[in-house]
């Protein structure tokens, strides 16, 4: 129940990062890892860390997908569930680690902007 819990309150990106900065820049990457270890998380170990893309075309989407591959994480291109776009779920096993989760921020914003896409953030359950 508290991994579905956290789950849902790591989203980072979109509305949450919105949220969270309120204007402001800051690092909302480290925001949620901090969320983590204070939920218990064991941030050494491996996570199944979920990030999340979308794009107004399946076709976008799939040629985001090939892209997001080259980065080492597993893609599912379906319908998001709003029905309003279409949602490249990227999933990767790492240690949660800032300077790998900032890169791939970067990256996966480059890769949503190229496709008129929107990178929507990362998510992770608790990890003891």
């Not at 199944?48 to 893309?53: I, S």
């Not at 090939?66 to 490249?88: F, H, I, P, Q, T």
């Not at 890169?103 to 929507?120: H, M, V």
Request: glycine residues 8%.
């Amino acid at each position: 129940m508290l991994t579905g819990l956290v789950f849902s309150l790591l989203l980072v990106g979109g509305v949450f990062s919105r949220w969270l900065n309120r204007g402001a820049e800051a690092d909302a990457d480290q925001q949620v890892l901090n969320q983590l270890r204070e939920a218990g998380s064991n941030l050494v170990k491996p996570h199944d860390v979920e990030f999340f893309l979308y794009f107004p075309t399946e076709q976008s989407a799939n040629a985001a997908a090939l892209e997001l591959r080259n980065e080492g994480v597993e893609v599912e291109v379906k319908m998001a569930a709003d029905s309003s776009a279409w949602l490249c779920a990227a999933t990767k096993r790492m240690v949660p680690e800032h300077g790998e989760l900032s890169r791939l921020r970067i990256t996966f914003n480059a890769i949503a902007k190229k496709f008129d896409g929107e990178y929507d953030g990362w998510g992770t359950g608790v990890v003891n």
